[in-house]
């Protein structure tokens, strides 16, 4: 059963939001705070994180920067009454896999829930296997133990950042709309809009390309999406 942390200050999020997860089978931890949500973190490790933004203490965006610094896997989901895009993008600068505006439907929620973990479960790491590995130019991937090499230098990868960067090294030329990507790493079902994919494209040039400004891996086709470098 998929253990999930929910943190809000309100308590009447906190009880809709367990109900409803309870109701669709998974186990689910709370905390309040910033702080006391970093505590549940290290100590229950949870499967899944859904996060509020507005939080005493330490704010929901510092609390998944945070999470990030330890732990580059476990997937989060950010609340936010806000309806302003910065704060979406901003949500995802951090670290987060994704997000909901409140006020959302127990539905949505679910759906989000069930997709994060199901694409997690399928990215999960099999025992007692060769590797498998993927080059281009300077640039290696070990699929099976999920690490990435720049010129022989181990990167770390949030589990997102390295399923859109195994897309893109697989096929090298193709070009991908940002739909595309969205149906591809998040699910058919997913609410979510392109922004998504240009954040997480931001990241992985920052951490791969030598400039990212002048992208020599990942390459912007105007008006379409992206694809990798030939």
């Not at 089978?25 to 949870?46: C, F, Q, S």
């Not at 951490?207 to 030939?230: C, H, M, R, S």
Request: glycine residues 6%; proline residues 5%; hydrophobic residues 40%.
């Amino acid at each position: 059963m998929p253990k999930i942390l929910v943190v809000d200050d309100e308590h009447a999020i906190i009880e809709l939001v367990t109900y409803n997860l309870r109701n669709a089978g998974y186990k689910t931890i709370t905390a309040m705070d910033g702080l006391e949500a970093e505590r549940k973190v290290g100590i229950d490790n949870p499967d899944l994180v859904i996060l509020d933004v507005m939080l005493p203490g330490k704010d929901g965006f510092e609390v998944c920067r945070s999470i990030r610094k330890t732990n580059e896997s476990i997937p989060i989901i950010m609340l936010t009454a806000k309806k302003d895009e910065i704060d979406r993008v901003l949500g995802l600068e951090m670290g987060a896999d994704d997000y909901l505006v409140k006020p959302f439907s127990p539905r949505e929620l679910i759906a989000r829930v069930k997709a994060i973990l199901r694409r997690a479960n399928n990215t999960s790491v099999p025992q007692n296997r060769p590797s498998e590995n993927l080059q281009f130019k300077g640039l290696s991937m070990d699929l099976n133990k999920r690490r990435v090499y720049l010129n022989g230098n181990a990167i770390d990868f949030t589990a997102r950042e390295f399923e859109l960067l195994e897309l893109f090294i697989k096929q090298p030329g193709r070009v991908y709309g940002r739909e595309q990507l969205l149906a591809l790493l998040w699910g058919e079902e997913y609410f979510g809009d392109y922004r998504t994919i240009d954040v997480h494209v931001r990241h992985l040039r920052q951490k791969i390309e030598e400039d990212p400004a002048n992208p020599q891996y990942i390459l912007t086709v105007w008006g379409v999406g992206y694809k990798f470098g030939e």
